[in-house]
């Protein structure tokens, strides 16, 4: 286990592999005080945390939360907080571990940037508040989606936690296949298109790409944090 904050504080910094997966790592009091940061940012330790909404998913819910997606003051790019809980042999909570995950740079996410369904066909990652967190197009990325009614396939995937795929037309006309998928934690939907003209060939793999990209996006930024929390607590 690691005793001590300065011990934190060296595991942190000795990992290379956490920097090119997480942006900023922070080490919380039980109740939410910064007591590590990496990298180090002058007058950041010891500031009271307790109202940011991925401290108190873990304080009042006891599991890990992934924040609202916020813009970087110093960056100007979107990202997020995910906060997991550290817990004693009791199953006390003793602290907090947060990771900033850079949404327009992050590694984890670049295969749902990059991967094409089809020739055409794209995913996107669509927010509970209806805000845009990742899409192709990056301009929209932060921006609110359109409003309820232009997009029904959409509006089942975020108002009836509907999951599966529905034929359909989007706000931009286009007809086509939608695929949605909930992640967990986040609360966030994952959304597939695939045109209509090219969608008989491309169904299955359709499918089989939003299983995939679920399962290697998000979920491996968190397992990355759960790990460093088993050091804290081993």
Same mark, same amino acid.
């Given at each position: 286990?690691?005793?001590?904050?300065?011990?934190?504080?060296?595991?942190?910094?000795?990992?290379?592999?956490?920097?090119?997966?997480?942006?900023?790592?922070?080490?919380?009091?039980?109740?939410?005080?910064?007591?590590?940061?990496?990298?180090?940012?002058?007058?950041?330790?010891?500031?009271?945390?307790?109202?940011?909404?991925?401290?108190?998913?873990?304080?009042?819910?006891?599991?890990?939360?992934?924040?609202?997606?916020?813009?970087?003051?110093?960056?100007?790019?979107?990202?997020?907080?995910?906060?997991?809980?550290?817990?004693?042999?009791?199953?006390? *909570?003793?602290?907090?571990?947060? @990771?900033?995950?850079?949404?327009?740079? /992050? $590694?984890? =996410?670049?295969? +749902? #940037?990059?991967? !094409?369904?089809?020739?055409?066909?794209?995913?996107?990652?669509?927010?509970?508040?209806?805000?845009?967190?990742?899409?192709?197009?990056?301009?929209?990325?932060?921006?609110?989606?359109?409003?309820?009614?232009?997009?029904?396939?959409?509006?089942?995937? *975020?108002?009836?936690?509907?999951? @599966?795929?529905?034929?359909?037309?989007? /706000? $931009?006309? =286009?007809?086509? +296949? #939608?695929?949605? !998928?909930?992640?967990?934690?986040?609360?966030?939907?994952?959304?597939?298109?695939?045109?209509?003209?090219?969608?008989?060939?491309?169904?299955?793999?359709?499918?089989?790409?939003?299983?995939?990209?679920?399962?290697?996006?998000?979920?491996?930024?968190?397992?990355?944090?759960?790990?460093?929390?088993?050091?804290?607590?081993?």
């Amino acid at each position: 286990a690691l005793k001590s904050d300065k011990d934190a504080e060296r595991y942190f910094r000795d990992a290379p592999i956490l920097s090119t997966l997480i942006d900023d790592l922070y080490l919380f009091s039980a109740e939410g005080v910064l007591l590590v940061d990496w990298p180090i940012a002058s007058g950041r330790r010891g500031l009271d945390m307790t109202e940011r909404d991925y401290i108190q998913g873990v304080i009042q819910n006891g599991r890990t939360t992934v924040s609202k997606p916020i813009l970087g003051k110093a960056t100007k790019q979107p990202m997020v907080v995910i906060g997991v809980p550290i817990r004693d042999g009791k199953g006390q *909570l003793i602290g907090i571990l947060g @990771g900033v995950v850079n949404l327009q740079k /992050s $590694r984890l =996410l670049e295969p +749902l #940037f990059t991967t !094409k369904i089809g020739q055409t066909g794209y995913f996107y990652l669509v927010g509970p508040e209806r805000l845009t967190i990742m899409h192709p197009d990056r301009t929209r990325v932060l921006t609110a989606i359109t409003e309820p009614g232009v997009n029904p396939a959409l509006d089942r995937a *975020l108002n009836e936690n509907f999951e @599966g795929t529905l034929e359909g037309v989007n /706000s $931009r006309g =286009l007809k086509g +296949l #939608f695929s949605f !998928k909930r992640l967990p934690y986040s609360g966030w939907v994952l959304a597939a298109v695939l045109p209509s003209v090219e969608a008989l060939a491309a169904v299955d793999a359709l499918r089989l790409r939003v299983i995939l990209l679920t399962a290697t996006s998000l979920m491996l930024a968190i397992a990355v944090i759960v790990l460093i929390v088993r050091r804290f607590t081993r």
